[in-house]
């Protein structure tokens, strides 16, 4: 068997494995093989609005990645303003920022985030069992028992009140009576009221009263329970019991007993655990939206639970295990990481179409996939390129200078990976002293692959002529737009995350390619005229008739 049949049959063989499994995957699962639903999934739309006075930012919280709780899809829709994925920096409070888009014009606003919830049903929220690490672990000491502007947990009338509450339990009381004896008092003693818009109430302000909405109840049950020593916080989510109407925010309470986190709800009048519809934004005393030269902001939430099939011992042995290996279980930060190893193939494709069916040489075949696989995500970063062009641009200067001293090999590839970082940090302080964002238009992933493209842009240049050098750098840049433009279809995205079996139609593509050795497209283009030419026998035996010094008569 030849070498070309080989690759023939093998590409074939992967092709039709990978359609089988994707047919069999959505044969089998239907609907769900674009996005699991279970009998706990649920959709969540947060709608904020506001009015830009000007470079507005904005932070917009997201459901946590919990035990109890998986954040299946998110997606961020504006057109005013764009965003950056949650930073992971902060596990109690998973943030999104938004920046005012280059040109948009001040004035009112909309964002909207969707996210698709899955909650894990008969696992109530709340750090029920003991756990040693994570948001659920053990308070450091001193942790969340502190004052906070709006919980005076060291005013006056809440120790009289606090020692009032516990005196009858005597001496040593155990934490789970004293945090009993507290909730007791906010819940029947305290009214609820309904939500107004307005500046935030105190947890004194709602002693004071005598009552509270559901923060401010929460604020006051909190502070009684650090002034009688148990940590506690507040917990920012939602509850979707009420699916399909418009909710607002709801906050409750979490006090660390007997080594757990005992969440209470003293609005709903939960002690111990709250229902599993609990879905958990954030923890701490936090506003859930946040901005810069903002006003007038809003937030609300619509809430839609999705129709659930067939579940538990009614589902088949092959829709178990397609579910069991869904990258939907991933945790959100995983779940991008995937994406990205699943993009690199295509990317890395369609470096292969330009090179080797249409002609188009590049510095090398992962440069100008990283590079256009960095900055898919938005069209509107492409810019970054340019910016990436003029940084090469200036490391290729620095290059010619640093010939002048004659070093080796890798010291001078550290000093200019050196240089070239001390440009861009450069570029970064002094673009945001005018108050731009370049962090929006650069990302560390293409820089780390400038020393290399310096390195090759200069080779080029000794070995054939600066032109040269130029056109391939053009070719290069053309090649990674067009990869940030393929890769930035969603449907294109969501497809590989949900049919990862498509990276076998990918490599059956790509054995293919390996094998052509036929014409490119631009070498036919370079030869068009004398492939229209077609000579005839005689004027061709004519022609090409040697001469005495080697060469043939050209015939007229």
Sequence with gaps: MSRTTLCTVTAGALAALSLTTMALRYQVLGEEARRPIGPGTWK????VQGTSQGRAQLQTPTPLELDRQHVQEDAYHSEQFAHAPPAARHP???RVLWKQRAGAADGPFKVRADFHVALELGRPAGGAVAQTTGLYAPPRKGEHLGVEPLIQAGDARISELARELTARLGEAPNQLD???????????RIKSEARFDGPPVSALTCLENGSGDRSAKARLLVALLRNRNVPARIVTGLTLAKGGAEQCTHYWVEAFVYEHWAPMCPFHRYFGRVPETYLIFGFGDKPLIAGRHVKDLKCAFLVKRFKQGAVGANESLARRAFKSVSLYLLAPADRRLVEVLLLLPLAALIVCVFRNLIGLPSFGTFAPALIGLAFHRELNSLPGILVFVAILLVGWVMRRLLDH???????RVSLMLTLIMSVLVALIVVTHSYGGAPSRYVSLFPMVILTGMVERFWTLETEDSTTASFATLLKTMFIATTIAVVLSRSWLVKHMFCFPETLGVVMAVQLLIGRYTGYRLMELFRFRDFLLARPSRVGWAESS??????????RR
């Excluded at 004293?178 to 008092?185: D, E, P, S, T």
């Excluded at 001293?405 to 010291?411: D, G, K, N, S, T």
């Excluded at 008739?545 to 050209?554: E, F, L, M, Q």
Aim: with cysteine; hydrophobic share 45%; glycine share 2%.
């Design 44 to 47: 969540v739309t947060m709608a």
């Design 92 to 94: 109690e409070r998973r």
């Design 178 to 188: 004293v945090a009993q004896a507290l909730f007791r008092f906010v819940e029947q």
């Design 405 to 411: 001293y004659h070093l080796l090999q890798v010291p």
């Design 545 to 554: 008739r040697p001469t005495r010094n080697g060469d043939c008569v050209a």
